[in-house]
């Protein structure tokens, strides 16, 4: 894909959705980072289903350690590897108030630091919280990268490095959600939805969908 042709691409897609979000549901950045740490090969539908028991109740590293591995473990066992997730939770917990005063620390280094959370993890929060132009290669971002070729790489960090390169700085901030939205409901793994694409005109993928037959 040309450098106009991405100039094209997310000029579409920002007229489309000029103000994309998260779909995950949050009110803080604690919340955000324990939500975006619970989604980890889970739908986001599911994380908040869960969530939105979970944070009435407790939202705060404090209260997530006072629930205790039993009930944490109870508010999210609907959400895949929940035991593993809920381990993670708590001992982050518990180095958010004893290096960072119970406040989510601004650098990746520090939140890579953080158990469960990874790079992918940390862009997420370095975005959605803190507004930095990061970008979390999840499944449908690292496709859409590939297949429109905007940014063909073999690991999820070429992907993410070829990306933040390529994209115009103006759309950097927002990149990250229009790829992930436009992955998740069109550009999808079996049968991208072509014709409701925005953006077809300037995606290299040849094979292009054609709309069912009614």
Not at 5 to 21: D, G, R, S, W
Not at 94 to 112: F, S
């Amino acid at each position: 894909m040309k450098k106009e042709t991405i100039e094209l691409f997310f000029a579409t897609l920002k007229a489309a959705n000029p103000q994309p979000v998260t779909e995950l549901e949050y009110t803080s950045v604690f919340e955000l980072l324990t939500a975006v740490l619970l989604s980890a090969q889970a739908t986001d539908v599911s994380v908040n289903k869960a969530t939105r028991k979970l944070f009435p109740v407790a939202n705060t590293p404090q209260a997530i350690l006072d629930l205790g591995l039993d009930g944490l473990e109870a508010a999210i066992k609907t959400i895949g590897l929940y035991h593993t997730k809920a381990k993670n939770l708590l001992a982050t917990c518990e180095i958010l108030l004893e290096k960072h005063a119970g406040q989510v620390p601004r650098t990746r280094e520090a939140l890579e630091a953080l158990p469960g959370v990874g790079r992918k993890t940390a862009n997420v929060v370095l975005n959605s919280a803190f507004g930095e132009a990061t970008m979390a290669v999840d499944t449908h971002i690292f496709r859409v990268g590939n297949r429109t070729g905007l940014a063909p790489g073999r690991t999820p960090l070429e992907v993410e490095l070829k990306l933040i390169q390529r994209i115009p700085s103006e759309y950097l901030v927002d990149a990250h959600h229009w790829l992930i939205l436009l992955g998740r409901y069109v550009c999808m793994a079996r049968k991208p939805l072509c014709w409701q694409c925005a953006v077809a005109t300037w995606c290299d993928f040849k094979p292009k969908t054609e709309r069912p037959p009614a």
